[in-house]
């Protein structure tokens, strides 16, 4: 069973960067039967999906985001990661890495989630 | 893009009754739609998949039906562990959430 944590900073400053990371456990994340992705939830909205990634290299992300967002892998350290520059109050969210199997594009691994506001 | 819909936002019932959730889809996903459910300060789970299947260890009181455009979650006989927010999923075409369905005590 894969085994999700988010970490990083609680509190990002309006115009920098928010970088988070996603350990993975209970499998290798060169495992190439698996997406790799980042969704979030603002306060009081829905579940929206941000972007994933394949250990292929391949990234895709969600258009609205595309130009502020780089997802990345680190296989030395079973992780992946988001950041998301230039960022406002409005990418005030709590933030989920979430995984699924190549062939099946629902999400049946989640992490508990991590609250990232945006604040001077 | 697809957009989805959930209705109502908020459902109020009491334990041990049915609870029925809908979700609609701005166009025909066939059956490519899940359900989550979210509970505070814990991982989202998955609930169904491919609009009717449960998913491993979830319990036969929580059903999913439809296809096309509209879609059902029905929860019977509620629990206390059942009262949460629940989101639908189309993965037809890339991913789209719906802004969930907060289920709560009445």
């Known amino acids: 069973q894969v085994q999700l944590q988010e970490s990083g900073p609680g509190l990002v400053k309006p115009s920098q960067t928010l970088s988070l990371t996603c350990s993975v456990s209970?499998?290798?994340?060169?495992?190439?039967?698996?997406?790799w992705s980042w969704i979030r939830q603002p306060a009081g909205k829905g579940l929206e999906w941000i972007g994933r990634?394949?250990?292929?290299?391949?990234?895709n992300y969600n258009p609205s985001l595309k130009s502020r967002l780089i997802i990345s892998v680190d296989t030395s350290k079973n992780q992946f990661s988001l950041k998301l520059t230039s960022v406002t109050a409005a990418d005030t969210a709590v933030y989920y890495c979430?995984?699924?199997?190549?062939?099946?594009?629902?999400?049946?691994?989640w992490g508990q989630g991590t609250l990232v506001t945006v604040s001077s | 893009e697809i957009v989805m819909t959930q209705s109502p936002a908020t459902l109020s019932v009491s334990p041990g009754e049915r609870a029925t959730l809908s979700c609609r889809a701005s166009q025909s996903v066939s059956t490519n739609l899940a359900w989550y459910q979210l509970r505070p300060g814990q991982a989202p789970r998955l609930l169904i998949y491919g609009a009717y299947t449960r998913a491993t260890g979830i319990p036969a009181r929580f059903n999913g039906s439809g296809s096309g455009t509209e879609f059902t979650l029905t929860i019977s006989s509620l629990q206390s562990e059942d009262f949460a927010v629940y989101y639908c999923q189309q993965y037809n075409s890339w991913y789209a959430f719906g802004q969930g369905t907060k289920l709560e005590i009445k």
């Open positions: 979430a995984s699924h199997p190549l062939l099946q594009y629902y999400f049946d691994s």
């Open positions: 209970g499998t290798s994340i060169n495992n190439d039967n698996y997406y």
């Open positions: 990634l394949s250990t292929s290299g391949s990234t």
